[in-house]
């Protein structure tokens, strides 16, 4: 219906893309606090247009203002025209093997799923994922097996900038020996797929 939400406009966002581009955004969800997720600078101009922004506890107390909605596991909430639900899951492990900050993923219309830096979860079944590929400890045995877990129909690669890997070798290394039993769609930056 010519909604549009957006999850975690970070740093990277800006290397290919300006603030302007996100013009006519219902809603912006952040998953976590790290800077390939999350920039104060994007964060501050779409306040200041008025758009909505949903971000977990610790996320929130970053942008610090009244104007942004905190959420916590299970909320269930209607953002930018669509029905969202927060899923906490654990953030992959730091390089040095610890902990990883507070992480929200959301289900957005009961159909699809964005988990920021995690890579497993418990109790989610979702016919599509956005799949993080790479991270300080996500390897593409990890997202094969995450997609086996929400039993995804169609996976969209994620997460390949910061730590690089190539969304296309994942693809192409997923369908050997055979069906994974999931579809991967690997989008170039500003192209749009039907789910």
Do not use: W
């Amino acid at each position: 219906d010519g909604n549009k939400i957006v999850i975690d406009p970070g740093v990277h966002f800006l290397q290919t893309h300006t603030i302007e581009d996100l013009n006519g955004v219902g809603a912006v969800l952040y998953t976590h606090q790290h800077s390939d997720h999350y920039d104060e600078r994007i964060a501050i101009a779409l306040l200041a247009q008025g758009v909505a922004i949903y971000a977990n506890q610790s996320t929130a107390a970053l942008i610090k203002s009244e104007h942004v909605t905190t959420v916590h596991d299970g909320d269930i909430f209607t953002a930018g025209g669509f029905e969202v639900i927060a899923r906490e899951l654990p953030h992959c492990l730091l390089p040095n093997g610890s902990e990883g900050p507070q992480n929200t993923g959301y289900v957005v219309n009961g159909a699809f799923f964005h988990p920021g830096d995690g890579k497993e979860i418990a109790g989610l079944k979702v016919t599509n994922l956005a799949l993080p590929i790479s991270g300080p400890d996500i390897s593409m045995y990890d997202a094969y097996a995450f997609a086996k877990q929400v039993e995804a129909k169609v996976v969209i690669p994620i997460h390949y900038q910061a730590i690089p890997a190539d969304p296309h070798v994942f693809a192409e290394y997923i369908t050997k020996p055979g069906d994974p039993g999931f579809e991967v769609r690997v989008l170039a930056d500003g192209e749009s797929t039907e789910l």
